[in-house]
Nanobody, 127 residues
Framework: VQLVESGGGMVQAGGSLRLSCAAS????????IAWFRQAPGKEREGVIC????????ESIYSVKGRFTASSDSAKNTMFLQMNSLEPEDTAVYYC?????????????????????WGRGTQVTVSS
């Protein structure tokens, strides 16, 4: 399984970025993808996840209404659209795959649920 993030960069507060996660090698059709982030000096946190089965999502409160996760199954690519960015969103963003995902349950924002990780992409939001 391979995950490769792209789309990070620098943006001013209030701006937008779209991250991509190109995936390959999934052994089964049921999976979930999550976006995590790690800011300097802080622990990595789950931000938003999306079910590969029905596209349902879960997210943390601080990004609700600003961040949207989506997927293009034909291209095996997942996206994170980030709008109204704030300096507090500055972090390295990682995509991760839950390869034991059970579609009857919501996707998880817990690290231990995820089996494969990308290397991350830096997002910097200036004030």
């Amino acid at each position: 399984v391979q995950l490769v993030e792209s789309g990070g960069g620098m943006v001013q507060a209030g701006g937008s970025l779209r991250l991509s996660c190109a995936a390959s090698g999934f052994p089964r059709d049921d999976y979930a993808i999550a976006w995590f982030r790690q800011a300097p000096g802080k622990e990595r946190e789950g931000v938003i996840c999306i079910s590969g089965s029905d596209g349902s999502t879960e997210s943390i409160y601080s990004v609700k209404g600003r961040f949207t996760a989506s997927s293009d199954s034909a291209k095996n690519t997942m996206f994170l659209q980030m709008n109204s960015l704030e300096p507090e969103d500055t972090a390295v963003y990682y995509c991760a795959a839950d390869l034991a995902f059970v579609p009857e349950f919501p996707c998880s924002l817990r690290e231990h649920s995820y089996h494969a990780w990308g290397r991350g992409t830096q997002v910097t939001v200036s004030s």
